[in-house]
C-alpha cells in the first residue's frame, strides 16, 4: 500500500486530460479485520495520507475536486469476507443485525471533514517510494518526496 500512488495517478490523468476536473470515486486500504495490518499500517493512518497527498497534488495544480472513500461499510468481494474495507466493519458471517462497527478511521474522517483537510504541518507517516506501480516511468524519473 501506498498512498503517494495516487498522486501519480492524479498527475498521469491531469497531463492526459488538461483541464478536466479530477474526482477520485474509490480509494481505501484491506485489512483483515476492523483496522489493522500485519504491517501495522492503520485505516486511519492511511487515510490521512493520502488526503495529504490528495491536497499535495491540488496544491500542486492538480485539478482535484472529489474524493469518496471506499466504502462506508465492509464490501465483500472476489466471494471472501476478507479483506475488509469499510470506515465501518460488519460481521457478515456471525452477525445476523449486521451491526456496524466504527474502525480508527471514522474520528480520523470526522476531523478530516470538519477541518476541511489536513493541516499544513502534516507528514505522512510513511515516506513516499522511489518508484511507484501506479505510474512507473514518472515516479521513477521524478519521485515525490515529503517534506
Not at 24 to 46: C, F, K, M, Q
Not at 95 to 102: E, M, N, S, Y
Not at 109 to 126: D, H, K, T, V
Amino acid at each position: 500500500v501506498h498512498p503517494e500512488g495516487i498522486y501519480f495517478a492524479l498527475q498521469h490523468y491531469s497531463q492526459l486530460f488538461p483541464n478536466k476536473p479530477l474526482w477520485i470515486v474509490e480509494n481505501g486500504i484491506p485489512t483483515n479485520n476492523a483496522t489493522l495490518r500485519p504491517d501495522g499500517y492503520t485505516r486511519s493512518a492511511h487515510l490521512r495520507d493520502t488526503v495529504y497527498w490528495l491536497q499535495r497534488a491540488k496544491s500542486d495544480g492538480m485539478n482535484v475536486i472529489g474524493y469518496n472513500y471506499w466504502s462506508l461499510t465492509d464490501n465483500y468481494e472476489w466471494s471472501s469476507y476478507t479483506p475488509r474495507f469499510g470506515l465501518y466493519t460488519v460481521n457478515a458471517l456471525t452477525d445476523p443485525t449486521l451491526t456496524r462497527t466504527p474502525t480508527d478511521a471514522v474520528p480520523t474522517y470526522q476531523e478530516i471533514i470538519a477541518a476541511n483537510g489536513l493541516p499544513p504541518n502534516y507528514l505522512p507517516s510513511r515516506a513516499p517510494t522511489d518508484c511507484d506501480l501506479v505510474d512507473p516511468p514518472a515516479s521513477c524519473a521524478t519521485p515525490v518526496t515529503a517534506p
